[in-house]
């Protein structure tokens, strides 16, 4: 600056990349002032329609979608788009990016109409100017993908990402990391579906080229780690699951730092996982500690942490502490609120978890209350077939259930398995819990051919999915069992109830409380066997 002077173009490039520096590091107050510094004296010194503001604007709109404040980086991006549409002819490959960028701000909104349109104007100019075999192309595809992913349909979504993975494996190779980008998103689609076997294959696969192209210390190997450990989670495989979002951590802390958001992300991942096997206090361990560096990083108005408060109260949820719980997720709905608005899909998640304590506190009106909100709101702003819809009627039709009104409950769980049989394969595991739904339902109501029918789908599919000797199996054969001894046929009650028995025996152990009760419904049913026979004697 001594030798050029403040006001030189060559100045305003030199804060240009000490902004980036400080963006990199997740330090965007400091990389605002540098950007800010460079825009102004580019508009001394060149004007405001000269192709230097690119940068600017680009780099501004994306500092400003970092920390989640959409509308700054809409306009900032826009100021780019409007620029480039005004002095570089209508097809330039700079006004695809533009609207690119413009198309992932609608995406992390949840604005996935507009996201959509935005990135298929970049995709057209894409295909008319570098052709249907370049990287960028492919790029476009990748993220029209990731939108109809969000959008629940996911059979164009694969459409799409294996578009892209075609013209990567033609252009890039096999082993290129982009190539390996293809294979990670098309194995989170398979996971997402519950074809939880091709998502390991096509996971293994990115990790394997990533490993080879760019080294164990990467962030995407971090992103392949994440991704094989929701496959496993999914699975109830608890320890392989930990096994690789523990990698993923070290891979993150050593190449990102521990204050960096992809670094939270995976102690939350963990927690999950903790929460699921509920081991509570660890998995309160691990949210903490995203929760500590989202406030560090986002501070206290960002969606992300929003989730963090969500994650929290869940587990206070699980804890039964629902007086905690309903503070934490009226925390992450506040936040909500006033981040993203009321009719936004984040928003709907925090009205269905306080719909959710209230349930569990017996309070089914306040519990209807935020359930019908969440619904409302899901119906609103996701497709009519989205899985969050399904889960949103399950769980008011659950409210239904405990106040005795079967009607509003059987006509809830009917919504929810239209949508899963649907937009999931028929054998995942969420069909099968509206199939006991509605198989308990039957037998409250005392039609048990009904009942049976329904609960011998659900164990169906889980001896598929989950194998013989998972407990969700052999609740299954509880209920089988229970609805035989309501219809009096006890030897038919009885060798669903020594299933279900020596299941729990040996996933569980002698002393769960599970166990117990099995072992309770037999000897209930062994007693009225033998009070049967005493009465025909």
């Known amino acids: 600056?001594?030798?050029?002077?403040?006001?030189?173009?060559?100045?305003?490039?030199?804060?240009?990349?000490?902004?980036?520096?400080?963006?990199?590091?997740?330090?965007?107050?400091?990389?605002?002032?540098?950007?800010?510094?460079?825009?102004?004296?580019?508009?001394?010194?060149?004007?405001?329609?000269?192709?230097?503001?690119?940068?600017?604007?680009?780099?501004?709109?994306?500092?400003?979608?970092?920390?989640?404040?959409?509308?700054?980086?809409?306009?900032?991006?826009?100021?780019?788009?409007?620029?480039?549409?005004?002095?570089?002819?209508p097809n330039h490959l700079d006004t695809a990016i533009s609207y690119n960028n413009i198309g992932a701000v609608y995406?992390?909104?949840?604005?996935?109409?507009?996201?959509?349109?935005?990135?298929?104007?970049?995709?057209?100019?894409?295909?008319?100017?570098?052709g249907p075999n370049h990287p960028d192309t492919a790029t476009s595809y990748n993220y029209i993908g990731r939108v109809y992913c969000e959008k629940n349909d996911n059979e164009n979504a694969l459409v799409e990402h294996r578009k892209a993975l075609e013209i990567r494996l033609k252009v890039l190779g096999p082993d290129h990391p982009k190539?390996?980008?293809?294979?990670?998103?098309?194995?989170?689609?398979?996971?997402?579906?519950?074809?939880?076997?091709?998502?390991?294959?096509?996971?293994?696969?990115?990790?394997?080229?990533?490993?080879?192209?760019?080294?164990?210390?990467?962030?995407?190997?971090?992103?392949?780690?994440?991704?094989?450990?929701?496959?496993?989670?999914a699975n109830s495989d608890y320890e392989n699951a930990l096994g690789e979002y523990r990698k993923a951590l070290e891979v993150r802390l050593k190449v990102l730092g521990p204050d960096h958001s992809d670094t939270a992300i995976s102690y939350n991942n963990i927690g999950g996982v903790y929460s699921a096997k509920g081991d509570y206090e660890n998995a309160l361990v691990e949210y903490c500690k995203c929760l500590e560096i989202e406030l560090k990083v986002h501070g206290p108005d960002h969606p992300s942490t929003a989730i963090s408060y969500n994650n929290i109260g869940?587990?206070?949820?699980?804890?039964?502490?629902?007086?905690?719980?309903?503070?934490?997720?009226?925390?992450?709905?506040?936040?909500?609120?006033?981040?993203?608005?009321?009719?936004?899909?984040?928003?709907?998640?925090?009205?269905?978890?306080?719909?959710?304590?209230?349930?569990?506190?017996?309070?089914?009106?306040?519990?209807?209350?935020?359930?019908?909100?969440?619904?409302?709101?899901?119906?609103?702003v996701l497709e009519p077939d989205h899985s969050d819809t399904a889960i949103s009627y399950n769980n008011r039709g659950l409210v239904y259930d405990a106040k005795g009104d079967y009607e509003n409950a059987l006509s809830d769980y009917r919504n929810a398995l239209k949508i899963q049989l649907k937009v999931l394969r028929p054998n995942h595991p969420d069909t099968a819990i509206?199939?006991?739904?509605?198989?308990?339902?039957?037998?409250?109501?005392?039609d048990y051919e009904n009942a049976l029918v329904e609960h011998r789908k659900c164990l169906k599919i889980r001896l598929k999915l989950l194998g013989p000797n998972h407990p969700d199996t052999a609740t299954s054969y509880s209920n089988i069992g229970t609805v035989y001894d309501a219809k009096g046929d006890y030897e038919n009650a009885l060798a669903e109830h020594h299933k279900c028995v020596q299941i729990r025996l040996k996933a569980l152990g002698p002393d769960h409380p599970d166990t117990a009760r099995s072992c309770n419904n037999i000897g209930k049913v062994i007693m009225r066997m033998l009070s049967l026979n005493s009465a025909s004697v």
Request: glycine content about 8%.
């Open 434 to 446: 509206s199939y006991n739904n509605i198989g308990s339902d039957y037998y409250k109501k005392g």
């Open 314 to 380: 869940s587990v206070y949820y699980e804890k039964g502490d629902y007086n905690k719980a309903l503070v934490e997720h009226r925390k992450a709905l506040e936040i909500h609120l006033k981040t993203l608005g009321n009719d936004h899909s984040d928003t709907a998640t925090s009205y269905h978890n306080i719909g959710g304590v209230h349930s569990a506190k017996g309070d089914y009106e306040n519990a209807l209350v935020g359930y019908c909100k969440a619904l409302e709101i899901r119906l609103k």
């Open 179 to 233: 190539t390996g980008e293809s294979h990670n998103n098309i194995g989170s689609l398979y996971y997402k579906k519950g074809d939880y076997e091709n998502a390991l294959v096509e996971l293994c696969k990115a990790l394997e080229i990533q490993l080879k192209e760019l080294g164990p210390d990467h962030s995407d190997i971090a992103i392949s780690y994440n991704y094989l450990g929701l496959v496993y989670q």
């Open 1 to 89: 600056m001594k030798v050029l002077g403040p006001d030189q173009p060559s100045t305003a490039t030199s804060y240009n990349n000490i902004g980036a520096v400080y963006d990199a590091k997740g330090d965007y107050e400091n990389a605002l002032v540098q950007y800010r510094k460079a825009s102004e004296i580019l508009l001394k010194t060149l004007g405001p329609d000269h192709l230097g503001f690119f940068i600017c604007y680009n780099n501004i709109g994306g500092l400003y979608r970092a920390k989640g404040d959409y509308e700054n980086a809409l306009f900032e991006y826009r100021k780019c788009l409007d620029l480039q549409l005004k002095v570089l002819a």
């Open 107 to 130: 995406y992390d909104k949840s604005d996935y109409e507009n996201a959509l349109g935005e990135f298929r104007k970049a995709l057209e100019i894409r295909l008319k100017v570098s």
